[in-house]
């Protein structure tokens, strides 16, 4: 089945630096998907990118996919002590299809 | 903005006990899940439904488990005789159409003593 799994397990990094954290999945997916998880909270869905596509802008956010090595990265620019969070992958394989999670990335924003 | 609520935000039960989480998904959307999470652990689907009927299960939805929709709003997943490895965060999830964003609720936290 598919199966977003993220790299990093862990990640800290000093407030304003970029960070970057990536997914690789095993199986041909519709659509990759982004969240973020605050300790112990809900997931709050940051963006979706589909298969056909290549690149993905949000805010302060950048999603890339590559189908071909059937990966995709986060990357959060300017980074602030609100990003403090678990970010997840998740994989789906369209229609009413579930979607699959990583074990997530724990990014930390030092001060 | 629209969201997916969920109630009660915290449960917590003895083994053996029969537990019904809420949710209400977002108005106009079709597709409904549950997820769960054990603490430290991956979300893990549970079950979708559709059209009044379930969708998919998972392993883990087993006959201790099901889901409703007993009216226009709201979305329930019963736990018939919990167990102690049930203590989790349950998510419920729902989306306009299939294959699209899935939007959670904030989560109920179940803790089965």
């Known amino acids: 089945s598919q199966q977003g799994e993220e790299d990093p397990q862990a990640l800290s990094i000093q407030e304003g630096e970029n960070a970057t954290m990536n997914c690789s999945y095993k199986t041909s997916i519709n659509n990759l998907q982004w969240y973020r998880q605050n300790s112990g909270r809900g997931l709050v869905h940051l963006i979706l990118?589909?298969?056909?596509?290549r690149e993905k802008h949000s805010g302060r956010l950048r999603v890339t996919l590559d189908t071909s090595k059937k990966s995709s990265s986060l990357l959060i620019t300017a980074s602030r002590a609100a990003d403090t969070a678990s970010y997840f992958c998740a994989t789906d394989g369209g229609r009413d299809d579930k979607i699959i999670f990583g074990k997530g990335t724990r990014l930390h924003i030092l001060p | 903005e629209p969201e997916v609520t969920q109630t009660p935000s915290h449960q917590v039960t003895q083994m053996g006990q029969e537990v019904i989480l809420r949710c209400v998904p977002i108005?106009?959307?079709?597709?409904f899940y549950w997820y769960r999470q054990i603490l430290g652990q991956k979300v893990e689907f549970l079950v979708s439904?559709?059209?009044?009927?379930?969708?998919?299960k998972s392993e883990i939805f087993d006959d201790q488990f099901s889901v409703e929709r007993p009216d226009g709003s709201n979305f329930t997943l019963k736990i018939r005789s919990t167990k102690l490895e049930d203590s989790a965060m349950y998510f419920c999830?729902?989306?306009?159409?299939?294959?699209?964003?899935?939007?959670f609720g904030p989560g109920t936290r179940l803790l089965v003593l």
């Open positions: 108005s106009n959307h079709l597709y």
């Open positions: 439904f559709y059209n009044n009927e379930i969708s998919e």
């Open positions: 999830a729902s989306s306009p159409t299939g294959g699209e964003t899935q939007y």
């Open positions: 990118i589909r298969s056909n596509e």
